[in-house]
C-alpha cells in the first residue's frame, strides 16, 4: 500500500547540517590485514573457529568442509557452530536442523537471538521513530507534520538492519561469551568467523574478500578474523558437498526455494516470495498487515499484496502445491544417483539414530 500525497521534506528549505558522525574508533593492537589466507594456516591460528550457519545449504557446505579441515588437523574441539534464531519469520524447523547438523559433526552449538522482537516487530517499531523523528523536523521548520514523507522502515539493500540486528549483533554476544570462557591468554583472543557467503550469489557478495579482519567486531580483548571458506564455489560445487557430508538439508529447497532464512527475504528474488507466499499464507497476511501500518510496500516495488495476488493465481492455474519427492533439489544439480546414495545414507543415519 502506497502513503498518501505527502510533502517531501528533504527537497525544499534547507535542515540545519547533520551533526558529524563520531568516526570509529578501532583498538590499536587489531591489525590491518590477516596474517595468512592458507586455510590451514588460518584455523591452525584461531582459539574459536566460530561457524556461523542459517541452516540453509551454504552455510552447511561451509560447516561441513571446515569441520572437515579441522577434523585433519586436530582442532575439532575450537570449533562452534552459531545459528541466529529470527523466530517465526524463518522456514519452520530451521533451527532444528541447525542442531541436528552441528550434532552430526561432532561440534558445540549454540543459539543466538535478538531481544526486542522479530523482524516484522521491528519494522514496526522503527517506522513509529521515523515517524516522530520527520514531524519533530517538520515542527522545527513549521511545516505541516502530518503531511510529511517517512522514510521507509523495511530493510533493503541500503538499509540492511535486519541483518546486523537480528544475526551480526546477537552473534557478537556469543564472541564475548566465547573471550571470557578462555579466560586471560595474555593477548586477545583469536576469533576466525566464517560464513557460508559465495560470490555467485549476488554482486555484492562477489565483491567480498574472502578472508578479511571483521575490524567492528575486534577489540582489545578479541581480534576477528572473517573467512568465507567457499566464496569462489558453484552451486554444484555446493551440492556435492552435501551429498558427500551426508548431512540433512530443509526441505524448503525441495519446494523450489533458491534460499533459506527468513521465508520471505526482502532482498530475495521474486519467484522465491511468491512460492513462499503459496507455502506460508498465513505468515504472508502478517507481512501485509504490516504493510498497511508502515505505509510502505515490503520489497521496493513489490508489495506484499501483489506478491499473494500472485501466488493466488498460481494457486488458481495450478492447483494447490504438492509436496515434491525428497531429494528434488539435489538431484537437479549432482543427478539421480548421487541424490538416491545420499538419501539411502541419510535414512541409514535417521534409523541408527531412532535406534
Ligand atoms: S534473510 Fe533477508 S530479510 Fe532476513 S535477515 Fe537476511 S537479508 Fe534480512
Not at 89 to 111: D, M, N, S, Y
Not at 119 to 138: G, I, N, P, S
Not at 182 to 207: F, H, K, T
Request: proline share 6%.
Amino acid at each position: 500500500m502506497h502513503a498518501p500525497a505527502q510533502l517531501d521534506l528533504f527537497d525544499t528549505a534547507p535542515l540545519a547540517p547533520p551533526k558529524p558522525k563520531r568516526a570509529r574508533r578501532t583498538h590499536p593492537s587489531v591489525p590491518d590485514a590477516p596474517a595468512a589466507s592458507v586455510p590451514t594456516a588460518l584455523l591452525r591460528a584461531a582459539d574459536w573457529i566460530l561457524l556461523n550457519s542459517s541452516g540453509g545449504k551454504d552455510s552447511q557446505a561451509m560447516a561441513s568442509l571446515v569441520c572437515r579441515l579441522a577434523v585433519k588437523l586436530g582442532l575439532l574441539h575450537r570449533v562452534v557452530i552459531v545459528h541466529a534464531d529470527l523466530g517465526d519469520i524463518e522456514w519452520e524447523g530451521t533451527r532444528k536442523l541447525a542442531e541436528e547438523q552441528a550434532r552430526r559433526l561432532g561440534v558445540r552449538f549454540e543459539v543466538v537471538k535478538a531481544e526486542g522482537g522479530d523482524l516484522l516487530a521491528r519494522t514496526v517499531a522503527r517506522f513509529v521513530k521515523l515517524k516522530a523523528k520527520a514531524e519533530t523536523q517538520a515542527r522545527e521548520r513549521g511545516v505541516d507534520p502530518t503531511a510529511m514523507k517517512v522514510a521507509p522502515a523495511w530493510p533493503s539493500s541500503s538499509a540492511r538492519w535486519c541483518t546486523s540486528d537480528l544475526k551480526r549483533g546477537p552473534v557478537r554476544t556469543l564472541m564475548t561469551r566465547l573471550v571470557a570462557e578462555l579466560g586471560d591468554l595474555g593477548r586477545p583472543v583469536r576469533i576466525l568467523n566464517c560464513m557460508g557467503q559465495r560470490a555467485a550469489e549476488s554482486a555484492p557478495r562477489a565483491r567480498l574478500a574472502a578472508v578479511e579482519i571483521d575490524r567492528p567486531a575486534s577489540n582489545g580483548k578479541r581480534h576477528v578474523t572473517t573467512w568465507r571458506p567457499i566464496h569462489g564455489w558453484t552451486d554444484v560445487e555446493v551440492w556435492k558437498e552435501i551429498a558427500r557430508s551426508g548431512l540433512p538439508y530443509h526441505e524448503a529447497y525441495d519446494w523450489g526455494m533458491s534460499r533459506l532464512s527468513c521465508s520471505f527475504c526482502v532482498l530475495g528474488c521474486e519467484a522465491d516470495v511468491v512460492l513462499a507466499a503459496r507455502l506460508r499464507p498465513k505468515k504472508a497476511a502478517e507481512y501485509i498487515a504490516v504493510e498497511n501500518q508502515v505505509g510502505t510496500d515490503f520489497k521496493h516495488g513489490l508489495s506484499m499484496r501483489n506478491i499473494v495476488e500472485r501466488a493466488a493465481a498460481l494457486d488458481a492455474e495450478h492447483g494447490e502445491l504438492r509436496r515434491p519427492p525428497r531429494g528434488t533439489a539435489m538431484a537437479r544439480y549432482v543427478g539421480k544417483k548421487t541424490t538416491r546414495e545420499y538419501l539411502a545414507r541419510a535414512d541409514r543415519d535417521r534409523l541408527g539414530l531412532a535406534v
